[in-house]
């Protein structure tokens, strides 16, 4: 009888781990589930920001681009009619 109980207790022990065992490895998913949450929303802040960058430093070259071209256009044309001007200057008036 002796034997059985022995056993008995063995199991119960056993069992009593087996739940506190159980029990800490759930709260350790718990926190690893969120801690992996937080780190996803921290890299979709991480990379939501990157792209607004992107797109602003896009939209400011751009407005850069635009800029220059109509600084350019504006310079040849101012040159053109220089030189039309001057052209017109070296014709013989017939």
Do not use: C, W
Not at 9 to 24: A, E, R
Not at 64 to 77: A, G, H, P, T, V
């Amino acid at each position: 009888m002796e034997v059985v109980y022995f056993v008995l207790g063995v199991v119960t022990v056993l069992l009593i781990l087996g739940v506190v065992v159980i029990v800490k490895v759930g709260t350790q998913v718990k926190g690893l589930k969120e801690t992996v949450q937080h780190l996803d929303r921290g890299l979709n802040d991480v990379i939501n920001d990157a792209h607004r960058r992107i797109d602003d430093e896009v939209r400011e070259l751009h407005t850069k681009i635009d800029y220059n071209e109509r600084e350019i256009f504006s310079q040849l044309d101012s040159r053109l009619d220089k030189l039309e001007s001057k052209i017109k200057q070296q014709l013989p008036k017939g």
